[in-house]
T-cell receptor
Framework: GAVVSQHPSRVICKSGTSVKIECRSL??????MFWYRQFPKQSLMLMAT?????????EQGVEKDKFLINHASLTLSTLTVTSAHPEDSSFYIC????????????FGSGTQLSVL | DQQVKQNSPSLSVQEGRISILNCDYT??????FLWYKKYPAEGPTFLIS?????DKNEDGRFTVFLNKSAKHLSLHIVPSQPGDSAVYFC???????????FGSGTQLTVLP
């Protein structure tokens, strides 16, 4: 199956710093990438949708200036959590879809962000 | 308002028996459903899907049933194995970007 690589898998940072998470599709061109967030014992909540070469579409309640998404190529999307605060501590997961992967989304392995 | 609901947060089953995980949805326009399995600190992995034109799809030990009139789907795992212990999410496709909307998940524990 299609492979999506996400790193880092774990980040611990101080409050006020920015953290960048990378998501790469390894064996297909990802026309659309999605970023999800999961708090403990809760569901995966969609944060934003990005298409290559265009601005991301953010879900209601997600601050676009805080969660910067760049989808500059068909194989790479990045999520930057700017000026992170403890309440941003969460598990962030990217997923990708290419033209040939139908409706299935393939997920990265996730990034556990802990802001001290 | 949750569009996809999994009302059982947890389920325990003896090894070798059947596991049945349930999911309800609210919008009759949803036409494609998926089940994902997730281990802690990992991304979800795709298990099985079903289109609304079918009422059953089977893949090895996993079978998904869809009851459109009841807006209900279920995932059957038989026989259950300890390695099946994980959180299972049902999901549907929605929105202009055809993004996944997940249920809240059910923690399955298969006891040896």
């Amino acid at each position: 199956g299609a492979v999506v690589s996400q790193h880092p898998s774990r980040v611990i940072c101080k409050s006020g710093t920015s953290v960048k998470i990378e998501c790469r599709s390894l064996d297909f061109q990802a026309t659309t990438m999605f970023w999800y967030r999961q708090f403990p014992k809760q569901s995966l909540m969609l944060m934003a949708t990005s298409n290559e070469g265009s601005k991301a579409t953010y879900e209601q309640g997600v601050e676009k200036d805080k969660f910067l998404i760049n989808h500059a190529s068909l194989t790479l999307s990045t999520l930057t959590v700017t000026s992170a605060h403890p309440e941003d501590s969460s598990f962030y997961i990217c997923s990708a879809r290419g033209d040939r992967t139908n409706e299935k989304l393939f997920f990265g392995s996730g990034t556990q962000l802990s802001v001290l | 308002d949750q569009q996809v609901k999994q009302n059982s947060p947890s389920l325990s089953v003896q090894e070798g028996r059947i596991s049945i995980l349930n999911c309800d949805y609210t919008n009759s326009m949803f036409d494609y459903f998926l089940w994902y399995k997730k281990y802690p600190a990992e991304g979800p992995t795709f298990l099985i899907s079903i289109s609304s034109i079918k009422d059953k799809n089977e893949d090895g030990r996993f079978t998904v049933f869809l009851n459109k009139s009841a807006k209900h789907l279920s995932l059957h795992i038989v026989p259950s194995q300890p390695g099946d212990s994980a959180v299972y999410f049902c999901a549907t496709i929605s929105g202009s970007a055809r993004q996944l909307t997940f249920g809240s998940g059910t923690q399955l524990t298969v006891l040896p």
